[in-house]
């Protein structure tokens, strides 16, 4: 059974789905840009099992409030806050894309907040050809605003991002989309180098691998993540 809540972060409103058992160790899903919690639906079941699992909606994204500020440190921001107003302490943690790199942003400033960290097809921060985002038509399930307003923080990104990954302490393994990916593969292998004790592997599916390819994902990831009874279980929200 997923519920469907929500909590608020510094007078932003963050939208959420949590499933799995009560006491089972935290895992955090952070989705890519322009998606939203949903996105993680086809995978959620199998982590359900043995862990708690939070969805999360980014600000400007979905149910989460579209508040019209926004950049990747802001909403790396409020994925701390999150973890502080619902008392996880220290979790694993998994994003996707652009979800990837609000994850190790967070991991990099706080590492002592996520245990393991799962980077989905994230491209390393290193500047990148700009272009000019075209908006779809038809109502949309995100604010357009957000994307370029966060765009040129991914052409152009911060050069500390590249040097912190360094303090990265979380066990991390890289999740690469192989050839079909349109996010080049040899950054995605410098990220693994970069951060301490990374490993990477290859699902050769393309940028959407949770989608394309979930019962490898999952199989994956769950092989990485540490069995639950060697997790110290605590009563979750």
Known sequence: MVDHRSVDVGGIRLAYQVSGPQDAPPLVLVHALGEDATDWDQVVPAFARSRRVYALDLRGHGRSD???????????ADVLQFLDALGLNRVDLIG????GIVAYLLAQDHPQRVSRLVLED????RPREPNTPTRPD???TFDWAMVPAV???????????????SRITAETLVVAGGPRSH???DG??????????????TIPV???IHHAAPEAFTEVVATFLPAEEDVRPARRP
């Open 66 to 76: 579209w508040p019209g500020d926004y950049s990747l440190e802001l909403m790396r």
């Open 96 to 99: 996707h894309s652009l979800g």
């Open 122 to 125: 994230v491209p390393v921060p």
């Open 138 to 140: 038809g109502d949309l």
């Open 151 to 165: 765009r040129p923080q991914l052409d152009q990104p911060d050069p500390g991002w590249l040097e912190r990954l």
């Open 183 to 185: 996010v080049p593969q």
């Open 188 to 201: 995605i292998a410098e990220l693994a180098r970069r951060i301490p004790g990374g490993r990477m592997v």
């Open 206 to 208: 393309g940028h959407l």
